[in-house]
């Protein structure tokens, strides 16, 4: 007797041993891309506020140098006589020659910062050379960058903008845009130009001390 023959087909497929769906793949890729936004986005910010920070700390050290600066009477290259009298004459850049004068090595008035919105990614260096305990054009010596990057920025201060921080020798008293009375502690706010991150440093005038939060 012969047995009826049937054709098979193929075989069910075993449960859990399938490949993905396209709707599958697309929600799959879509929490991908919400997460990898995520991370991107709390990387720059961790970026950003270390920025900003470690601007805060080379403007603290940097304010310290200064005010150390006039309590040694540090020496400084001045211009006397001539057509640039009173000028910051070493290190400059472009070097000053001193015109009908000679570059001389003198104890300034006073040793001082300045701060501005209008060139917000820098501060100026600068001697104060005719004793008025605020910048002049031609007392600065250097400009620095807050950072190497340029990122954070002067965004202002309650004592005024532009800023002027000068600390006369010998004895280290404080100057703020000229005078030596006012609030008990100075403060100047830097930022992120790409966020919101602020440090707030700190000059207290009766202890001297610096700091930032």
Excluded: W
């Amino acid at each position: 007797m012969l047995r009826s023959s049937r054709s098979k087909g193929p075989a069910p497929r075993a449960v859990g041993a399938g490949g993905f769906t396209l709707v599958e793949l697309l929600v799959s890729i879509s929490i991908i891309g919400v997460l990898t936004g995520m991370m991107m986005a709390n990387f720059r910010g961790g970026q950003q506020a270390a920025e900003v920070r470690l601007a805060a700390d080379i403007l603290v050290g940097q304010l310290r140098a200064v005010q150390t600066s006039s309590l040694t009477g540090r020496l400084a290259a001045v211009c006397s006589g001539g057509a640039e009298d009173l000028d910051a004459c070493e290190p400059k850049q472009p070097a000053v020659t001193c015109s009908g004068g000679s570059c001389q090595k003198r104890v300034p008035a006073g040793y001082g910062i300045r701060f501005s919105t209008l060139a917000s990614s820098e501060y100026v260096l600068f001697y104060d050379t005719d004793d008025d305990q605020r910048y002049d054009a031609g007392e600065e010596y250097a400009a620095a960058p807050y950072v190497s990057t340029a990122a954070a920025r002067f965004q202002g201060s309650p004592s005024g903008d532009p800023l002027d921080i000068v600390y006369a020798p010998p004895f280290g008293k404080l100057y703020v845009n000229g005078s030596d009375s006012g609030p008990t502690t100075v403060s100047l706010t830097l930022g992120h130009q790409f966020g919101n991150m602020t440090r707030h440093v700190t000059i207290y005038r009766l202890s001297g001390k610096i700091e930032h939060d």
